[in-house]
């Protein structure tokens, strides 16, 4: 099968080339391939007259409903499954035609309980780790924090499955016509196909309204629906049972990890709901005959409420919300779900040109093969939507942030736990959040962080003997704040001061003065942190981070420990920054912004090493690193996310920046190469983030349901790349709004809108021939703006709720 599968690909992609360098308008297939046979069905009622409610919220139309991954079979592989998810509850829907499998998530399921893995020797280590450090014995000292300083237990605890709702059909062997999607716009996973004279459709969402997954199974012919329903897990401890006529109650205990003994319960409850036929249980299972369509819903929860609070009660939690779910009928669940999903997916609309019609009738893993060779500026922008598409359905307001994998596992023991990796991963989570139009999205890592402060507390006192609060390199459900792994890659003290950046975003974006309020102390609190744990380098005179990494990179004198890398230098200039500017905005704390802006000044500054390179450590070191080809790219912090160097203010620091990512080369995991797209983004260079956005959405970067590879799997890379496509079309950054500041050839004409900027205002673009024909920029709070286009800047003063339309005209920005 697979390497048939591999000649079929080779085959659509030789066919579809060929097609566009040929000026053809669609590709053919031939008898026994459905392809292109099942249009995309029509959105039904219930989903239009949710467009209705919320359509004026995006200026312009949209072709929402090209807005599809499609395909013509069934997933054989998780990477091939659809996810769908509401934050808290994730599904991958696989889409078989005789068997069906939905693999479920729900996003408290760690193992493990609350623990304290704060090493009792660290603090009486460190001055011996910082005397190694400064006299240059750097694998002794990196030695000495492996014994003493790493957690206890030096690892965190595993995300992991909640069980799978299985599907076997009778009567169902061969299907035709078969045709598998995930509509972004309704959030809704479907599959039609003909099989014995039978047309099914079957249809899941998971509701954000309702806290339900709702599948509906039906055909055109009435009483010709059968099958056998069940749960199933692979947690050890879990069994289902029978729970009342027709539903099914799957529950269990949570395991222990790495010496953490196992302290949550779980819970998942099914209901089925026929329509005409007959239901009876068989072998621990729910059998339905001849039934016009079956309606299922279920529910999921565990007994977390807090990282030190694990009393709730999860079956009492599932069945309140079955029972709110099973009074409403479908068309209704469906029309509160589609709403409010598009409350939010439809706040932003990106058209980045019509694809040949050859490529845009592939199915997308097809297309993804071909988009590295051919101009298929749809599949970006579809690419682009997804991204957003995914950072809704697993961070809503009251969930958990989104971890390595958004929501979406199956294994017991996943790649990295799957947990939140805090030196760029979780951080690149959010990179679109803002941008794009999701500010909610962010209130999980706002919670998330404001926990980390708590137990970060003790964390910064009894490992630094330090106030404030701290938190390493990863962090878990548990909100565990050491370090793990090993020095090399956890001894890392920054990972709090660079969520911070969410946070400082967040109030940058919407200008909320109770938000600015309520985030002040925790930057408060980190900054006391390093007031305290700074110290002199001898070597330098300037104040440094000591012990830390440039994360996870290995410098010449082997170890990666080492003081005042250039990273946390970077990261403490934004963070002292932001601290003043609170504080004087807030009118608090003036002695310690002053105290802060002191220290700020004797912070490592930048500086450019012998190969011309922007430097990764204090000293020249970068070019005898072992991996100089390094995924991370931590020392380019500075030039993106952050603005501290860019070509309008510092161009020497730029070009500088530019040629350490020559010598780091584009090839990288899937996230490392979502973190270039973005730097060559704000290096202005287009064609080179083109290129790299080609890297990035091709088959060795990106799996057939549009995942992204590290490999494996991990969502950060396609977070990077939804914010790295934004970065290319609107910059906002130093004062200043850049409009298509890196626009590839491939993109000469387009639409953007709904992106938000600094300061408040939402912004609509259009675009042709490279040159911008139409602009709106709405305030919401009122204040100065500047829009730059070409290099030409117009200066723009608008009150609360005023818009302001834009135009090019003579070769400059004018108010039209």
């Given at each position: 099968?697979?390497?048939?599968?591999?000649?079929?690909?080779e085959?659509?992609?030789?066919?579809?080339?060929?097609?566009?360098?040929?000026?053809?308008?669609?590709?053919?297939?031939?008898?026994?391939?459905?392809?292109?046979?099942?249009?995309?069905?029509?959105a039904d009622?219930?989903?239009?007259?949710?467009?209705?409610?919320?359509g004026?919220a995006?200026?312009?139309?949209?072709?929402?409903?090209?807005?599809?991954?499609?395909?013509?079979?069934?997933?054989?592989?998780?990477?091939?499954?659809?996810?769908?998810?509401?934050?808290?509850?994730?599904?991958?829907?696989?889409?078989?035609?005789?068997?069906?499998?939905?693999?479920?998530?729900?996003?408290?399921?760690?193992?493990?309980?609350?623990?304290?893995?704060?090493?009792?020797?660290?603090?009486?280590?460190l001055?011996a780790?910082?005397?190694?450090?400064?006299?240059r014995?750097?694998?002794?000292?990196?030695?000495?924090?492996?014994?003493?300083?790493?957690?206890?237990?030096?690892?965190q605890?595993?995300?992991?499955?909640?069980?799978?709702?299985?599907?076997?059909?009778?009567?169902i062997?061969?299907?035709?016509?078969?045709?598998?999607?995930?509509?972004?716009d309704?959030?809704?996973?479907?599959?039609?196909?003909?099989?014995?004279?039978?047309?099914?459709?079957?249809?899941?969402?998971?509701?954000?309204?309702?806290?339900?997954?709702?599948?509906?199974?039906?055909?055109?012919?009435?009483?010709?629906?059968?099958?056998?329903?069940?749960?199933?897990?692979?947690?050890?401890?879990?069994?289902?049972?029978?729970?009342?006529?027709?539903?099914?109650?799957?529950?269990?205990?949570?395991?222990?990890?790495?010496?953490v003994?196992?302290?949550?319960?779980?819970?998942?409850?099914?209901?089925?709901?026929?329509?005409?036929?007959?239901?009876?249980?068989?072998?621990?299972?729910?059998?339905?005959?001849?039934?016009?369509?079956?309606?299922?819903?279920?529910?999921?929860a565990?007994?977390?409420?807090?990282?030190?609070?694990?009393?709730?009660d999860?079956?009492?939690?599932?069945?309140?919300?079955?029972?709110?779910?099973?009074?409403?009928?479908?068309?209704?669940?469906?029309?509160?779900?589609?709403?409010?999903?598009?409350?939010?997916?439809?706040?932003?609309?990106?058209?980045?040109?019509?694809?040949?019609?050859?490529?845009?009738?592939?199915?997308t893993?097809?297309?993804?093969?071909?988009?590295?060779?051919?101009?298929?500026?749809?599949?970006?922008?579809?690419?682009h939507?997804?991204?957003?598409?995914?950072?809704?359905?697993?961070?809503?307001?009251?969930?958990?942030?989104?971890?390595?994998?958004?929501?979406?596992?199956?294994?017991?023991?996943?790649?990295?736990?799957?947990?939140?990796?805090?030196?760029?991963?979780?951080?690149?989570?959010?990179?679109?959040?803002?941008?794009?139009?999701?500010?909610?999205?962010?209130?999980?890592?706002?919670?998330?962080?404001?926990?980390?402060?708590?137990?970060?507390?003790?964390?910064?006192r009894?490992?630094?003997?330090?106030?404030?609060?701290?938190?390493h390199?990863?962090?878990d459900?548990?909100?565990?704040?050491?370090?793990?792994?090993?020095?090399?890659?956890?001894?890392?003290?920054?990972?709090?001061?660079?969520?911070?950046?969410?946070?400082?975003?967040?109030?940058?974006?919407?200008r909320?003065?109770?938000?600015l309020?309520?985030?002040?102390?925790?930057?408060?609190?980190?900054?006391?942190?390093?007031?305290?744990?700074?110290?002199?380098?001898?070597?330098?005179g300037?104040?440094?981070?000591?012990?830390?990494?440039?994360?996870?990179?290995?410098?010449?004198?082997?170890?990666?420990?080492?003081?005042?890398?250039?990273?946390?230098?970077?990261?403490?200039?934004?963070?002292?920054?932001?601290?003043?500017?609170?504080?004087?905005?807030?009118?608090v704390?003036?002695?310690?912004?002053?105290?802060?802006?002191?220290?700020?000044?004797?912070?490592?500054?930048?500086?450019?090493?012998?190969?011309?390179q922007?430097?990764?450590?204090?000293?020249?070191?970068?070019?005898?690193?072992?991996?100089?080809?390094?995924?991370?790219?931590?020392?380019?912090?500075?030039?993106?996310?952050?603005?501290?160097?860019?070509?309008?203010?510092?161009?020497?620091?730029?070009?500088?920046?530019?040629?350490?990512?020559?010598?780091?080369?584009?090839?990288?995991?899937?996230?490392?190469?979502?973190?270039?797209?973005?730097?060559?983004?704000?290096?202005?260079?287009?064609?080179?983030?083109?290129?790299?956005?080609?890297?990035?959405?091709?088959?060795?970067?990106?799996?057939?349901?549009?995942?992204?590879?590290?490999?494996?799997?991990?969502?950060?890379?396609?977070?990077?790349?939804?914010?790295?496509?934004?970065?290319?079309?609107?910059?906002?950054?130093?004062?200043?709004?850049?409009?298509?500041?890196?626009?590839?050839?491939?993109?000469?004409?387009?639409?953007?809108?709904g992106?938000?900027v600094?300061n408040?205002?939402?912004?609509d673009?259009?675009?042709?021939?490279?040159?911008?024909?139409?602009?709106v920029?709405?305030?919401?709070?009122?204040?100065?703006?500047?829009?730059?286009?070409?290099?030409?800047?117009?200066?723009?003063?608008?009150?609360?709720g005023?818009?302001?339309?834009?135009?090019?005209?003579?070769?400059?920005?004018?108010?039209?």
């Amino acid at each position: 099968m697979a390497a048939f599968d591999a000649r079929r690909r080779e085959a659509l992609k030789a066919a579809a080339l060929a097609a566009v360098a040929g000026g053809g308008a669609a590709v053919g297939f031939g008898r026994g391939d459905a392809r292109a046979a099942v249009p995309a069905p029509a959105a039904d009622a219930a989903a239009g007259s949710a467009a209705s409610a919320d359509g004026a919220a995006v200026a312009g139309g949209a072709p929402w409903q090209d807005l599809r991954l499609w395909y013509p079979r069934p997933a054989t592989q998780w990477v091939e499954a659809l996810p769908l998810g509401n934050g808290r509850l994730g599904a991958m829907v696989w889409g078989g035609g005789k068997h069906e499998r939905i693999q479920l998530n729900e996003d408290t399921l760690y193992a493990g309980g609350p623990y304290d893995p704060v090493p009792p020797g660290a603090l009486e280590a460190l001055p011996a780790v910082r005397r190694l450090l400064f006299a240059r014995r750097y694998a002794e000292a990196e030695a000495l924090a492996n014994d003493a300083m790493l957690g206890r237990p030096p690892k965190q605890m595993p995300y992991q499955p909640l069980g799978d709702l299985v599907l076997d059909f009778f009567e169902i062997a061969e299907t035709n016509g078969y045709r598998r999607e995930l509509d972004l716009d309704r959030a809704l996973a479907s599959s039609t196909f003909e099989a014995r004279g039978l047309q099914h459709r079957r249809e899941v969402f998971v509701s954000p309204v309702d806290q339900c997954l709702a599948m509906r199974l039906s055909g055109d012919k009435p009483g010709r629906i059968s099958l056998r329903i069940g749960l199933a897990s692979d947690q050890p401890s879990a069994q289902v049972d029978a729970d009342g006529d027709a539903g099914l109650l799957l529950r269990g205990r949570n395991e222990a990890a790495f010496g953490v003994d196992g302290q949550l319960r779980f819970a998942a409850r099914l209901q089925v709901l026929p329509v005409g036929g007959t239901l009876r249980r068989r072998d621990g299972r729910i059998e339905v005959r001849d039934a016009d369509e079956v309606v299922l819903l279920l529910t999921a929860a565990t007994s977390f409420r807090r990282y030190d609070d694990v009393s709730g009660d999860p079956e009492a939690v599932t069945r309140d919300q079955l029972a709110r779910a099973t009074t409403r009928s479908w068309p209704r669940l469906l029309d509160d779900h589609v709403a409010a999903h598009r409350a939010l997916f439809r706040r932003v609309e990106i058209d980045l040109g019509a694809s040949p019609a050859a490529l845009a009738q592939l199915p997308t893993d097809a297309r993804v093969e071909c988009f590295a060779e051919a101009s298929d500026p749809a599949l970006a922008a579809l690419y682009h939507q997804f991204g957003r598409y995914l950072l809704i359905a697993s961070s809503r307001p009251g969930t958990q942030p989104a971890n390595l994998q958004g929501i979406w596992n199956d294994l017991l023991q996943p790649p990295w736990e799957s947990k939140y990796t805090i030196n760029i991963n979780t951080e690149m989570n959010y990179w679109p959040a803002e941008p794009c139009a999701l500010a909610e999205c962010v209130e999980p890592l706002e919670r998330m962080v404001a926990e980390l402060a708590e137990r970060g507390r003790e964390t910064a006192r009894r490992m630094y003997g330090a106030p404030g609060w701290v938190v390493h390199h990863n962090t878990d459900l548990w909100r565990a704040t050491a370090p793990i792994d090993g020095a090399q890659w956890g001894l890392w003290p920054l990972g709090g001061a660079w969520l911070l950046q969410h946070l400082w975003d967040r109030w940058d974006y919407g200008r909320d003065p109770d938000q600015l309020r309520r985030i002040y102390p925790l930057f408060r609190g980190a900054a006391e942190f390093f007031e305290a744990v700074l110290v002199e380098d001898p070597n330098t005179g300037a104040l440094v981070t000591a012990p830390s990494i440039s994360p996870e990179n290995q410098h010449p004198h082997g170890a990666a420990l080492c003081a005042g890398p250039s990273m946390d230098a970077q990261l403490l200039r934004d963070l002292f920054g932001q601290c003043i500017e609170a504080a004087a905005l807030l009118q608090v704390d003036g002695d310690f912004a002053r105290r802060l802006a002191a220290l700020r000044e004797r912070l490592p500054p930048h500086r450019i090493g012998r190969a011309g390179q922007l430097q990764e450590w204090q000293e020249d070191w970068d070019m005898g690193a072992p991996e100089i080809d390094h995924r991370h790219v931590s020392h380019l912090y500075a030039l993106h996310p952050s603005s501290q160097v860019n070509l309008r203010d510092t161009p020497e620091l730029a070009a500088a920046a530019r040629r350490s990512l020559e010598i780091r080369g584009d090839e990288a995991t899937g996230w490392g190469i979502g973190w270039r797209l973005n730097l060559w983004a704000r290096l202005r260079d287009g064609e080179r983030a083109m290129a790299i956005l080609r890297m990035l959405l091709s088959p060795s970067r990106t799996y057939p349901n549009l995942f992204d590879a590290h490999p494996p799997f991990q969502i950060d890379g396609n977070f990077g790349g939804t914010a790295g496509i934004t970065e290319m079309l609107v910059q906002s950054w130093g004062g200043t709004v850049f409009l298509l500041p890196a626009l590839p050839r491939d993109w000469p004409a387009g639409t953007l809108r709904g992106v938000r900027v600094r300061n408040a205002a939402r912004l609509d673009l259009a675009w042709r021939n490279g040159v911008v024909t139409s602009v709106v920029l709405h305030s919401e709070r009122g204040g100065e703006y500047r829009v730059d286009h070409r290099g030409h800047v117009l200066a723009l003063s608008l009150a609360a709720g005023e818009s302001a339309t834009l135009a090019w005209r003579d070769g400059a920005l004018v108010r039209a």
